[in-house]
């Protein structure tokens, strides 16, 4: 009878995680939905023809105008993220050894990662980023703060709402060397 009864609660508890998840998977896509409509853009004020050239042709002009409103208007990611530290794990009452275990398992996650990201970046498909550095950002910060964690976390956030590829690149190439931080901290 106790058996049972134990069963039905873990049954109700599964079933209300699942529904919870449900939910906040809609609500989230929702978000999503919203964030991505077209918005209108203004027209540029920084726009200034009267220091054109005669010999450019109207296309050349505008091209190189397009590049350097673009190169003003990005602000690449600035790698200052610290040493990865697991004592999370330690204050969590696991042992030194199996909180290193912990993290050399999330290095070949994110090894593992690494590519499925790089795909994304050349197919220009940021959903995809953003999931799969969303589920790094959640096993990284379990594990620890500072370093590659705290790199994750701003690299999912910009591509909740960010679209810009060099930003997304540059992040990338961030985790890269992060990774290759934490490969030398944790051998």
Same mark, same amino acid.
Not at 9 to 26: A, P
Not at 46 to 56: F, M, N, P, V
Not at 125 to 152: P, V
């Given at each position: 009878?106790?058996?049972?009864?134990?069963?039905?609660?873990?049954?109700?508890?599964?079933?209300?995680?699942?529904?919870?998840?449900?939910?906040?998977?809609?609500?989230?896509?929702?978000?999503?939905?919203?964030?991505?409509?077209?918005?209108?853009?203004?027209?540029?004020?920084?726009?200034?023809?009267?220091?054109?050239?005669?010999?450019?042709?109207?296309?050349?002009? $505008?091209?190189?105008?397009?590049? /350097?409103?673009?190169?003003? &208007? #990005?602000?690449?990611?600035?790698? *200052?993220? @610290?040493?990865?530290?697991?004592?999370?794990?330690?204050?969590?009452?696991?042992?030194?050894?199996?909180?290193?275990?912990?993290?050399?398992?999330?290095?070949?996650?994110?090894?593992?990662?690494?590519?499925?990201?790089?795909?994304?970046?050349?197919? $220009?498909?940021?959903?995809?980023? /953003?999931?799969?550095?969303? &589920? #790094?950002?959640?096993?990284?910060? *379990?594990? @620890?703060?500072?370093?590659?964690?705290?790199?994750?976390?701003?690299?999912?956030?910009?591509?909740?709402?960010?679209?810009?590829?060099?930003?997304?690149?540059?992040?990338?190439?961030?985790?890269?060397?992060?990774?290759?931080?934490?490969?030398?901290?944790?051998?």
């Amino acid at each position: 009878m106790f058996t049972a009864a134990v069963i039905t609660i873990f049954i109700v508890i599964v079933l209300g995680i699942v529904y919870l998840e449900y939910r906040n998977e809609k609500r989230y896509q929702a978000e999503r939905r919203s964030r991505h409509a077209p918005k209108p853009t203004p027209p540029s004020a920084s726009q200034d023809h009267s220091t054109e050239t005669k010999t450019e042709t109207p296309a050349s002009s $505008k091209i190189q105008k397009s590049a /350097e409103s673009e190169e003003k &208007s #990005l602000t690449l990611p600035v790698a *200052n993220y @610290g040493r990865f530290d697991h004592n999370r794990l330690i204050e969590m009452g696991l042992s030194e050894e199996e909180a290193v275990s912990f993290v050399k398992e999330l290095i070949e996650q994110i090894k593992a990662q690494i590519p499925l990201i790089k795909e994304a970046i050349e197919e $220009k498909d940021f959903t995809r980023m /953003e999931r799969l550095t969303h &589920s #790094l950002k959640g096993s990284a910060t *379990n594990i @620890g703060t500072g370093g590659i964690a705290d790199l994750l976390v701003k690299y999912n956030t910009y591509l909740k709402t960010g679209k810009e590829l060099p930003i997304a690149k540059g992040y990338f190439k961030h985790l890269e060397d992060s990774l290759e931080q934490l490969n030398r901290q944790y051998a």
